[in-house]
């Protein structure tokens, strides 16, 4: 295994892991609203479910798609339309109730496993890793190291990221503040499908 590509596609994952998209956008704002507890299979589907997301593209179910191009791009704009439902959602989601539990329920692991499937950010992270350090090692020790270390950082990075929204409890504590909070994340959420509803657009 050559261990300077290695180094280069962990430094890859954590980055694309940690930083802002749409996984992350809503697991913060499912800390806030739900706390961890509650979170916690939504937390799992997220990092389980990419994983499995990018040993099914490693074995040929990406380049399969990619073969089709209007079938990938109805998939893309599939998952557009529908983190504009969530980013709906989340706009017009309630405060916590008395009790420190958000009104209505949290994603579900299986929702949020299948939900990586319409994730434009996972489908670029997938493919962009699949392709880039596929000479990481033979296959399929590639693909099985890449699901590894994605599971690894996706555990600790989703984790990260409802702590980080559990803890704006403290200090989003009114009712009004949280709306507004609410709202900025579903803008936030929003403006990470730029990017991929800008390449789509002919």
């Known amino acids: 295994m050559a261990s300077d590509i290695l180094i280069a596609f962990v430094s890859f994952a954590a980055v694309t892991l940690f930083t802002p998209g749409p996984n992350n956008m809503m697991l913060m704002t499912s800390g806030l609203n739900f706390g961890f507890r509650r979170t916690l299979p939504h937390l799992l589907g997220v990092a389980l479910g990419f ?4 040993l099914l593209v ?3 179910i990406g380049a399969a798609l990619t073969s089709y191009p209007r079938v990938y791009a109805a998939m893309q704009w599939g998952g557009v339309a529908y983190l ?3 980013a709906w959602a989340i706009a017009t989601s309630g405060p916590p109730t008395r009790d420190g539990e958000g009104r209505g329920q949290p994603m579900t692991f299986l929702g949020a496993a299948a ?8 489908w670029v992270m997938a493919v962009g890793a699949v392709t880039t350090f596929a000479s990481l090692a033979a296959f399929p020790l590639n693909i099985a190291t890449m699901c590894a270390v ?3 950082l996706g555990l ?17 504590s009114n009712p009004r503040t949280v709306r507004i909070f609410n709202v900025a994340m579903a803008l936030a959420l929003v403006a990470t499908l730029w990017p991929i509803a800008a390449s789509l657009w002919p």
Not at 51 to 54: P, R
Not at 115 to 122: S, Y
Not at 156 to 169: D, H, I, M, T
């Open 150 to 152: 994605f599971g690894v």
């Open 58 to 60: 490693g074995v040929g």
């Open 84 to 86: 504009l439902y969530l």
């Open 115 to 122: 939900f990586q499937w319409i994730n434009p950010k996972g």
């Open 51 to 54: 994983s499995l997301m990018v």
């Open 156 to 172: 600790a990075s989703s984790g990260v990221w409802v702590l980080f929204g559990q803890a704006l409890r403290r200090l989003l």
